[in-house]
């Protein structure tokens, strides 16, 4: 079993709404979380990172949260945009090791 | 340039076929990661490499399946008697081993297996 689970597996929003993405983990001790971006055809890029002291960062239109309690991280896009569409992955680190989730797919339609 | 380098950036294959995919992590990044995304599906993790570590292998799908990383830097992921379903696109990365490490990706290579 995947030690870190992302939902939805994908998702379709309109231009200018927006969306909050979920990742829940296992794994233990934790180190940080980060949340990458992959635009199509492109390996994926970091957009956040966040330690266990750490409960919301934000990159411009991109806010992440984390409850280290429960295991629990989100992020939000804000008045999504065309290009917002591509695949985001959670990456949980500990023990020196990453453990990546599955992604979610987010397509912006205009 | 200084980023995680893959090669080939596409490769088309006959059933059956042998394929070796390159990896050139960035210098200095003792951990390797290679990842593969299926036409519509998630990032499935594959082998992990930790310097002079044993690799994780346990999520290559069969022994058809293998990879090596020379020296602790370049890695190459090998796929025999290739089927349709190992179509795909074949992530690798890399990252230093301390605590706040961020994981770089490559280009990633995309096999299609006719």
């Known amino acids: 079993k995947n030690q870190v689970e992302q939902s939805p597996q994908s998702l379709i929003i309109l231009e200018g709404k927006n969306c909050t993405l979920q990742c829940n983990y296992t794994v233990s001790p934790f180190s940080n979380l980060r949340w990458y971006k992959q635009d199509t055809g492109r390996g994926p890029v970091s957009l956040t990172i966040m330690t266990f002291s750490e409960n919301t960062k934000s990159n411009g239109r991109y806010t992440a949260t984390l409850d280290a309690d429960t295991k629990q991280s989100s992020l939000h896009i804000t008045a999504s945009q065309l290009s917002d569409s591509a695949s985001y992955i959670c990456v949980v680190s500990f023990d020196y090791k990453l453990s990546f989730g599955a992604g979610t797919t987010v397509t912006v339609r205009a | 340039g200084a980023g995680v380098s893959q090669s080939p950036s596409n490769k088309v294959t006959e059933k059956g076929k042998d394929v070796e995919l390159r990896c050139d992590p960035i210098s200095g990044h003792t951990a390797l990661y290679w990842y593969r995304q299926s036409l519509g599906q998630g990032l499935e993790f594959l082998i992990y490499?930790?310097?002079?570590?044993?690799?994780?292998k346990s999520g290559l799908p069969s022994d058809r399946f293998s990879a090596e990383r020379t020296g602790g830097s370049v890695s190459t992921l090998t796929i025999q008697r290739t089927q349709q379903e190992d179509s795909a696109v074949y992530l690798c990365?890399?990252?230093?081993?301390?605590?706040?490490?961020?994981?770089?990706f490559g280009q990633g290579t995309r096999l299609t297996v006719v």
């Open positions: 990365a890399s990252s230093r081993r301390n605590p706040s490490t961020e994981a770089f």
């Open positions: 490499f930790q310097g002079n570590s044993a690799p994780d």
